[in-house]
């Protein structure tokens, strides 16, 4: 049975080969900085699952030292030019969008296909993970019909992948660590100790209250946290099930939908969720790196606006 360790372990390879040829590059001078920084991210996902919470942890703390002290740097990667570029657009023409096409039709087909199918008696994948298990077979099926595409050098696609994952840096890795930190808060009893300060500062019997409470607090634990997943646990423990579900007899499944949305308009008004934020204006050069920000912050407002309003008239009907 293909379970979710296969993906870690095919994502884990990746970041090690980015690693070796980081250190590989003699054009970069932090290239032993960046081969450590992702060879310790591959090794989260190659062996993480069989060390210790303590081994994992100063794992990631060597990974921010690194990273807190400038050991990054931006490699010169063995690529094509600007000229060899425009005549392979021009020979592919529309094929060249299949790749990425490829993905999410994959996915999809595999979420919804593989579930029921089985070898023997086993089923194929665990369907539990049927989604991510499907995305990383997407990613397999778009290399593998890039190549057949474009016939590159062996290297080539490690050699891109690393040239991106130089560009974005350490901001990367942002959504993973951050979710982890939403499971920390939510084990450490942040939520419940939110939800007494909210239960007391709020009218007794107003759901109006409640509701602004919960989004615009899942609004704002996004844009400290940088992850609405992260966010999540900790609002709807402390806020979401004690008032809106349990004391006013709201919809669990609105509230948490529209909650999570509340969370997302907080990440598009923070620099925190980086790999959104940031990471944007840095590959497209934009001399001001809070552009992206700035240009969302009225639609995020408005939204979590209609967010309110929306699970007042739904959530208690």
């Keep these: 049975m293909i379970t979710l360790e296969a993906v870690y372990v095919l994502t884990g390879a990746l970041f090690a080969a980015v690693a070796v040829l980081s250190a590989l590059d003699g ?26 919470d303590l081994a994992n942890g100063v794992l990631v703390l060597a990974m921010v030292t690194i990273a807190g002290l400038g050991g990054l740097g931006v490699g010169q990667a063995a690529t094509t030019g600007p000229a060899e570029r425009a005549e392979s657009a021009r020979r592919l023409g529309d094929w060249l969008f299949a790749p990425a096409l490829t993905i999410p039709a994959v996915t999809l087909i595999g979420a919804l296909a593989l579930k029921g199918l089985h070898l023997g008696a086993a089923p194929l994948i665990d369907a539990k993970q049927a989604t991510p298990i499907s995305l990383a077979l997407g990613v397999l099926a778009a290399g593998v019909l890039a190549a057949a595409l474009l016939r590159p050098p062996p290297l080539a696609a490690f050699q891109e992948g690393r040239r991106l994952i130089d560009t974005v840096g350490w901001a990367a890795v942002l959504p993973q660590m951050l979710a982890a930190l939403g499971a920390v808060f939510a084990l450490a009893g942040v939520g419940n100790a939110v939800g007494a300060l909210v239960s007391h500062a709020l009218p007794a019997d107003n759901r109006l209250a409640a509701v602004c409470a919960y989004t615009v607090g899942m609004a704002l634990f996004t844009m400290i946290m940088g992850n609405g997943f992260a966010a999540f646990p900790v609002m709807t423990a402390g806020v979401g099930l004690p008032l809106i579900v349990r004391k006013f007899g709201g919809d669990p499944a609105i509230m948490a939908a529209i909650g999570m949305l509340s969370g997302f308009c907080g990440t598009l008004m923070t620099p925190l969720a980086a790999n959104f934020n940031l990471v944007p204006p840095a590959l497209l050069e934009i001399p001001d790196r809070y552009a992206v920000i700035k240009a969302q912050i009225p639609t995020a407002l408005l939204m979590l606006a209609i967010n309110m309003g929306l699970m007042y008239v739904l959530a208690f009907r």
Excluded: D, K
Aim: proline share 4%; net charge positive; aromatic share 20%.
């Design 27 to 52: 054009g970069n001078p932090r290239r032993w900085g960046n081969a450590l920084f992702w060879g310790l991210f591959a090794a989260s996902f190659l062996a993480g699952s069989h060390l210790s």
